[in-house]
């Protein structure tokens, strides 16, 4: 099974597809769309290691987790990189009004394994959107290693994508964790309807 016939079945569930407009726009504003790509990839190592400090008692989840982190920092000298060979400046981090809007929606309290449960799903959820951003820009960008370079990212996110998404299933009740995934997506809908269409950032 191809990639793309892989994703179409297992993932990319999203509700509300990009507004078209964003590819454009970020091609125009390049310096601070990688800018604000590096601090992506920052914070979702730091995440990764947040929970595997967090629920170190979780072997599975650890040693899943633990090669992430290096791939996300990888990707993060990866930008870096591509940063600096175009002479571009590496800016400083902006508030994530997308990730705010998701941090807000995770359920208080409840069980251990809940609360391990609502960051694995919006953790996919922030891959998911990542993967479907990197394939526009992807398919979209008129520089060529910047096109195979977003195309490489894509596959890596989807593959982070499904790996939360089977831990979450591992350590909840399958059907609640589907139950709750369907809520995150329709919500998730709602925070993309709602966000000014930017060119300068990845989400």
């Known amino acids: 099974m191809s990639w793309e016939e892989s994703t179409r079945q297992k993932m990319l569930n999203l509700?509300?597809?990009?507004?078209?407009?964003?590819?454009?726009?970020?091609?125009?504003n390049l310096q601070d769309v990688l800018t604000d790509h590096a601090y992506c990839e920052q914070k979702a190592a730091s995440s990764c290691?947040?929970?595997?400090?967090?629920?170190?008692?979780?072997?599975?989840?650890v040693d899943?987790?633990?090669?992430?982190?290096?791939?996300?920092?990888?990707?993060?000298?990866?930008?870096?990189?591509?940063?600096?060979?175009?002479?571009?400046?590496?800016g400083f981090p902006r508030k994530d009004e997308y990730?705010?809007?998701?941090?807000?929606?995770?359920?208080?309290?409840?069980?251990?394994?809940?609360?391990?449960?609502?960051?694995?799903?919006m953790n996919a959820l922030i891959e998911a959107r990542?993967?479907?951003?990197?394939?526009?820009?992807?398919?979209?960008?008129?520089?060529?290693?910047?096109k195979k370079f977003y195309y490489e990212l894509m596959v890596s996110e989807a593959g982070h994508y499904?790996?939360?998404?089977e831990l979450a299933r591992k350590y909840q009740d399958p059907d609640l964790v589907n139950e709750r995934w369907r809520e995150w997506l329709t919500f998730e809908a709602e925070v993309m309807k709602n966000l000014e269409v930017r060119g300068d950032r990845i989400h």
Not at 105 to 113: I, L, Q, T
Request: overall charge negative; glycine content about 6%; proline content about 4%.
């Open 162 to 165: 499904v790996t939360f998404i």
């Open 130 to 146: 990542s993967c479907e951003r990197f394939k526009l820009l992807s398919n979209h960008l008129k520089d060529p290693e910047l």
């Open 99 to 121: 990730v705010v809007a998701l941090t807000g929606f995770v359920k208080k309290g409840g069980s251990r394994m809940q609360q391990l449960t609502e960051q694995l799903l």
């Open 15 to 28: 509700k509300l597809p990009t507004d078209p407009r964003w590819v454009g726009v970020a091609e125009m």
């Open 49 to 61: 290691i947040s929970l595997i400090l967090r629920f170190n008692d979780l072997d599975e989840l």
């Open 64 to 90: 899943t987790l633990t090669p992430i982190v290096s791939e996300e920092w990888g990707h993060f000298e990866r930008v870096l990189e591509q940063i600096r060979s175009r002479g571009l400046q590496f």
